[in-house]
């Protein structure tokens, strides 16, 4: 008779203890949160978060999602998604249709822009203005040839010399070493990492570096405006519990690398620790917490935008707010 008691409150506890379970993940407060791309170190801080309980602390419950074609900030705009991940120049265009789309940056995730040009070390493009005559493989973005040309005229080369093609469907290291074309855009922290592992003689040139009016920011979290008027609070513990996963893998990188190569495990880990420990130096400003805006910077690419014609007005300080990273 005691064994048959003691089966049975065993068999009552483990009940209890899944219904307190169940009971307790249907208490959190469910995210979905859609990346522009496919995951990569842009997006370690989430992986972070929830690997490491943050979000699970603050009452809630992240989901990641690939981006859908329509692309993220459609998606967090129709609502199907809380939070997203953009950047500052597709951001103006979107805030600039006849219809704004219903979404605020709430985040910077890196602090500058760490894009640039790379080219093969040989062809001596040391500086932008050394691009006359040479060829551009161009992903035919609004403002991305406007960006580089102003680049160019900033650096005293001459802008409309520059020959664009379409970019061939390849990664950008091939594009430059089988010689399709003289230069390509690339990201430091993806693309310039890539050429170290391969060995890879080239030069790289930022455009931050060529022009502060080019220092703008991306990529950005964003999110739902109708999320950020309803549900405030609950907008505030997403942005600090991520800001919380990106300031462990800036002081942890190689353990975030492992976090987010243990959660997407088709990311080869060495590359991942080496672009990991390139950008956790630049996720935020010296002297700045992570993810904080500057709404000079903001104004003044979007001020540019304006002046070369890309969006019909200007935007100044609109589609940005810092207030959810405040406690």
């Known amino acids: 008779m ?3 008691l003691a089966a049975i409150l065993a068999v009552a506890l483990v009940i209890m203890t899944a219904a307190c379970a169940s009971s307790g993940s249907q208490d959190l407060e469910k995210i979905s949160f859609v990346l522009e791309w496919e995951p990569n170190t842009n997006h370690t ?16 419950e992240v989901k990641v999602l690939t981006p859908p074609e329509t692309g993220a900030a459609a998606f967090v705009a129709s609502g199907k998604a809380q939070f997203g ?8 265009i979107e805030l600039s249709l006849t219809d704004p789309l219903p979404i605020t940056a709430v985040a910077a995730i890196i ?7 790379i080219s093969l070390k040989e062809n001596g493009i040391d500086s932008f203005g050394k691009l006359d005559g040479k060829t551009y493989a161009s992903w035919e973005a609004p403002a991305e040839v406007a960006i580089l040309k102003q680049a160019i005229r900033d650096s005293g080369g001459d802008p409309d010399s520059l020959v664009t093609v379409p970019a061939p469907a390849t990664d950008a290291i091939s594009m430059i070493k089988t010689g399709l074309v003289d230069t390509v855009w690339v990201y430091e922290n993806w693309d310039v990492v890539a050429a170290d592992m391969d060995g890879l003689a080239y030069n790289y040139i ?5 022009s502060p009016v080019l220092d703008y920011y991306t990529p950005l979290i964003i999110a739902n405006d109708d999320f950020l008027k309803e549900k405030p609070d609950v907008a505030r513990k997403f942005v600090q519990a991520t800001a919380a996963g990106y300031e462990y893998a800036i002081a942890h990188p190689e353990e975030a690398a492992q976090i987010l190569v243990g959660a997407v495990p088709e990311l080869p880990l060495d590359f991942i620790i080496a672009s990991q420990k390139l950008l956790s130096s630049t996720y935020a400003s010296q002297n700045e917490p992570w993810g904080v805006i500057d709404e000079t910077r903001w104004s003044a690419f979007y001020d540019w935008m304006h002046e070369q014609g890309i969006i019909p007005e200007a935007l100044g300080s609109r589609g940005f707010t810092n207030e959810f990273l405040l406690p």
């Open 2 to 4: 005691n064994r048959l």
């Open 45 to 60: 801080g989430v992986y972070v978060a929830i690997a490491n309980g943050y979000y699970a602390d603050a009452g809630l």
């Open 85 to 92: 991940v953009d950047v500052q120049e597709g951001l103006g």
């Open 111 to 117: 602090s500058h822009n760490n894009s640039g040009i």
């Open 206 to 210: 930022k455009f931050a570096d060529a």
